[in-house]
């Protein structure tokens, strides 16, 4: 699984071969095919273990409720950038890199992908409404469409962060999202 995750973001889903899985591996051919249909079931199985890492570390940030909670969603954020920085991800971010190069009309990948973003969503939307309750933001904020932004800033800043090739992009990304959440705070920044 982890080879087929390295060789599918740096090299490509189309560009790898179960060949190129074998000899990277180590592993035989039987025994792949032993464990998985073809190279599209290794595809579904290596996004949903990357899912189940991400989903896993989230969800330990909701229950730090002592942190504040800007913090914890830069620490959110930061968890869905941690596998492009290790990985040479060709489009930045693994999600769309494995997507962008799945299988022709794949819907069970799409809807990996698709159901994952809503789980990011609802987690940072709880996260915006602990910071309202706690009055760390503004009770006026839109928590729907600040978490949307968020997650289209994360995704946007993994691309530009690739086309730069500067890892500090998101460094500037966190401190912008903090001015605007302290921007909102004294005026009616987040008001519609």
């Not at 464990?35 to 330990?60: G, R």
């Not at 913090?71 to 971010?93: K, S």
């Not at 709880?126 to 009770?139: D, F, S, T, V």
Request: charged letters at 20%; aromatic letters at 10%.
């Amino acid at each position: 699984m982890d080879t087929a995750t390295d060789l599918f973001l740096s090299s490509g889903y189309h560009n790898t071969s179960i060949d190129d899985i074998v000899a990277v591996s180590k592993v035989s051919k039987t025994n792949i095919y032993y464990h998985f249909k073809s190279k599209e079931d290794i595809l579904l199985h290596v996004m949903k273990q990357m899912i189940d890492q991400y989903e896993k570390k989230c969800s330990t940030v909701l229950a730090w409720h002592h942190v504040p909670v800007m913090a914890r969603i830069e620490f959110v954020l930061r968890t869905i950038i941690h596998t492009p920085c290790q990985y040479d991800c060709q489009v930045g971010c693994p999600f769309v890199t494995l997507y962008a190069q799945s299988p022709p009309n794949n819907n069970t990948i799409l809807e990996l992908i698709k159901n994952f973003f809503t789980r990011m969503q609802s987690t940072l939307e709880l996260l915006l409404l602990e910071g309202i309750r706690k009055q760390e933001l503004p009770a006026k904020m839109p928590i729907p469409e600040t978490a949307a932004l968020i997650i289209t800033m994360c995704e946007g800043g993994l691309f530009m962060s690739k086309i730069h090739q500067d890892p500090s992009y998101f460094d500037r990304l966190f401190y912008s999202l903090d001015w605007l959440v302290c921007q909102s705070k004294s005026a009616s920044f987040f008001c519609i």
